[in-house]
């Protein structure tokens, strides 16, 4: 199921760690990417098959970490931090802007499919608050106006 090239990646993986199972959240990640961002069980399977675990196995990891999506996002992927320090610079704001910007909430995607939206606890970027990550690139010190800059110039 795995492209060639990431296929190369798994085995390299697999080849640093003595108990297979150990390297399931790295290429769980790997799947997730694999997939256009979100895990579908049918590769939760081949990945429990890779690593030598039950399928439960891994369906608690896939449930318990947020980082894994067990449904399709879009194609930009907001991630909108509202942990305490974000919170009191306006990542609550920033938020309820977005939300309000894209016509959907939280945990949605928007009309035309190009738009998701998560709400964060903290993505380690403090310092930058508020921030967030679009897809795997991160956005600090956001402000009403840049979001309007950056998600008009995704739309594009
Ligand atoms: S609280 Fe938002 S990045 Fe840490």
């Not at 795995?2 to 790295?26: C, H, M």
């Not at 799947?31 to 608690?60: F, S, Y």
């Not at 945990?107 to 903290?122: K, P, R, V």
């Amino acid at each position: 199921m795995f492209s060639k090239e990431i296929q190369n990646q798994v085995n390299n993986l697999l080849s640093r760690y003595p108990i297979k199972q150990n390297a399931l959240i790295p290429i769980l990640l790997l799947a997730q990417k694999e997939n256009n961002g979100w895990i579908t069980e049918e590769w939760m399977q081949h990945v429990a098959d890779c690593c030598e675990v039950p399928l439960t196995h891994v369906e608690g990891v896939v449930t318990f970490y947020t980082m894994f999506r067990l449904k399709p996002p879009g194609k930009y992927h907001l991630q909108v931090c509202t942990c305490v320090p974000c919170c009191l610079v306006g990542g609550t704001e920033i938020l309820e802007y977005t939300e309000k910007k894209l016509n959907t909430h939280a945990g949605y995607t928007s009309a035309d499919g190009l738009f998701s939206i998560e709400e964060m606890e903290c993505i380690g970027a403090c310092s930058y608050a508020p921030a967030m990550i679009v897809n795997e690139d991160y956005h600090e010190q956001v402000t009403p106006e840049k979001m309007d800059k950056l998600i008009d110039k995704l739309s594009k």
